[in-house]
């Protein structure tokens, strides 16, 4: 009677944990479309760091879901989701700061000042560091607003 209840008991316990730990479909879906989302913005060319660490999470992911390793593949996903939008926001941010120069018509000083930030900016884009990209790029824009003429 009592290694009965205990065995009633013990599978109740392991029904439960097994339902809330489900398959992370949804948080899967959302990191393969903000992956997509970040190629078809051109990530590939300007936050091409941030790229391939979302591909790895995915990757990562795809293979815990594999091995129903829920937890741990909703958390890689959740990740890869995370690192693609930084790659769309870094890449938003430095087309912005190359419009901004391409329509510009500041003075030659002004122009090559904006040129050298962008410069930066892809450098810090490439080795990774986005939030530096974002900061030097949207600085480039606001520097071509306010020096151009009225």
Wanted: with cysteine.
């Amino acid at each position: 009677m009592m290694l009965n209840r205990i065995f009633l008991i013990t599978t109740l316990i392991l029904t439960l944990l097994t339902a809330c730990a489900s398959a992370p479909t949804q948080e899967m879906s959302d990191a393969r479309q903000s992956l997509q989302a970040a190629y078809d913005a051109g990530a590939d060319k300007y936050a091409s760091r941030h790229l391939k660490t979302a591909e790895d999470y995915l990757s990562k992911a795809e293979r815990e879901l594999e091995l129903r390793f829920y937890n741990w593949a909703r958390n890689d996903a959740m990740l890869a989701r995370s690192e693609a939008r930084k790659a769309q926001e870094v890449t938003s941010a430095i087309k912005a700061a190359l419009a901004a120069i391409e329509s510009s018509s500041a003075d030659e000083e002004t122009l090559a000042a904006a040129q050298s930030l962008l410069d930066e900016a892809l450098i810090a884009a490439q080795n990774g560091k986005g939030a530096a990209a974002i900061r030097l790029a949207n600085e480039v824009s606001a520097r071509l607003r306010q020096d151009s003429p009225e």
